[in-house]
T-cell receptor, first 113, second 114 residues
Framework: AQSVAQPEDQVNVAEGNPLTVKCTYS??????LFWYVQYPNRGLQFLLK??????LVKGSYGFEAEFNKSQTSFHLKKPSALVSDSALYFC???????????FGKGTRLHILP | EPEVTQTPSHQVTQMGQEVILRCVPI?????FYWYRQILGQKVEFLVS????????KSEIFDDQFSVERPDGSNFTLKIRSTKLEDSAMYFC????????????FGPGTRLTVL
């Protein structure tokens, strides 16, 4: 069965420090990987995706993620965290010929001023 | 920037009642989806809809659920006889097409079944 794991329920980072939110996946077939962010009382906002090509993908708000096929990981990173980055982050995967996106349980990112 | 919109933002209903959740997808998108998130749990896929028919559905999407695109802009999810366990946040999403295309999500409708 296809699955996505986000091993951390919460990540705390001081403002200005680099941040990493971890994600690993397990699929049969070619994975298409996504990161979404959810702010309070808002929907899921698309941040970035990996489809093919360069393993490092850049997205909105200065975020980037690195696809690592051997480790089946797609960790989200940002060089310098802002307090406004505090939100709930979801990693997700989609597989060829599947309509659905499979989500991880989410990681709450808390940036400390 | 175009957005997916959903109404209402919060719906409260009695067990056994029918509810209709409404969505307006991004205007040039062809694929439409419903997901739900029970409080404290993962976001789960319910159904996808393309070319006026269901293209994929999950085991959650039983006979109590139905979807419809009644006109050129709206996409609805109907629950015929709500149960307590249907209480969740329901998200609509749309994409322009293809497996590599991004699904854009609406803000959600919080359904509370009493």
């Amino acid at each position: 069965a296809q699955s996505v794991a986000q091993p951390e329920d919460q990540v705390n980072v001081a403002e200005g420090n680099p941040l990493t939110v971890k994600c690993t996946y397990s699929v049969s077939g070619n994975p298409y990987l996504f990161w979404y962010v959810q702010y309070p009382n808002r929907g899921l906002q698309f941040l970035l995706k990996y489809i093919t090509g360069d393993n490092l993908v850049k997205g909105s708000y200065g975020f980037e993620a690195e696809f690592n096929k051997s480790q089946t990981s797609f960790h989200l990173k940002k060089p310098s965290a802002l307090v406004s980055d505090s939100a709930l982050y979801f990693c997700a995967v989609r597989v060829d010929r599947d309509d659905k996106i499979i989500f991880g349980k989410g990681t709450r990112l808390h940036i400390l001023p | 920037e175009p957005e997916v919109t959903q109404t209402p933002s919060h719906q409260v209903t009695q067990m056994g009642q029918e509810v209709i959740l409404r969505c307006v997808p991004i205007s040039n998108h062809l694929y439409f989806y419903w997901y739900r998130q029970i409080l404290g749990q993962k976001v789960e896929f319910l159904v996808s809809f393309y070319n006026n028919e269901i293209s994929e559905k999950s085991e959650i999407f039983d006979d109590q659920f139905s979807v419809e695109r009644p006109d050129g802009s709206n996409f609805t999810l109907k629950i015929r006889s709500t149960k307590l366990e249907d209480s969740a946040m329901y998200f609509c999403a749309s994409s322009s097409g293809g497996f590599t295309d991004t699904q854009y999500f609406g803000p959600g409708t919080r359904l509370t079944v009493l």
